[in-house]
């Protein structure tokens, strides 16, 4: 079993920038591929960014490649997100995943748990 945390997340003026963290429960967290989806009102869940387990392999979505930045501290037990140069279209709710193969597989949506997320606003 693995509980994650997200914190964070605020209220950004479009140019912004916010680093999100996912803080995991539990002693295996290391040996899980992680991810951040999003979910804005209306709008479909749509897989931002995802990380191997030991941080070497990492992929984005094309709407945050070059603006987004998934990284991890096995040590901590956390995943991070870092988001610049922020637009109003990344207003939503940011939440983490775990998923016990592939990072790749994150971004097909697979995902094995994940955390109730933390609201991203952008706005001026």
């Known amino acids: 079993q693995v509980q994650l945390v997200e914190s964070g997340g605020g209220l950004v003026q479009p140019g912004g920038s916010l680093r999100l963290s996912c803080a995991a429960s539990?002693?295996?967290?290391?040996?899980?591929?992680m991810g951040w989806f999003r979910q804005a009102p209306g709008k479909e869940r749509e897989v931002v960014a995802a990380?191997?387990?030991?941080?070497?392999?990492?992929y984005y979505a094309d709407s945050v490649k070059g603006r987004f930045t998934i990284s991890r501290d096995n040590a901590k037990n956390t995943v991070y997100l870092q988001m610049n140069s922020l637009k109003p279209e990344d207003t939503a709710v940011y939440a983490c995943?775990?998923?016990?193969?592939?990072?790749?597989?994150?971004?097909?949506?697979?995902?094995?748990?994940w955390g109730q997320g933390t609201q991203v606003t952008v706005s001026s």
């Open positions: 990380i191997s387990w030991n941080g070497d392999t990492t």
């Open positions: 995943v775990a998923h016990r193969t592939t990072a790749w597989s994150i971004m097909s949506g697979a995902r094995d748990y």
């Open positions: 539990g002693r295996t967290f290391s040996r899980y591929a």
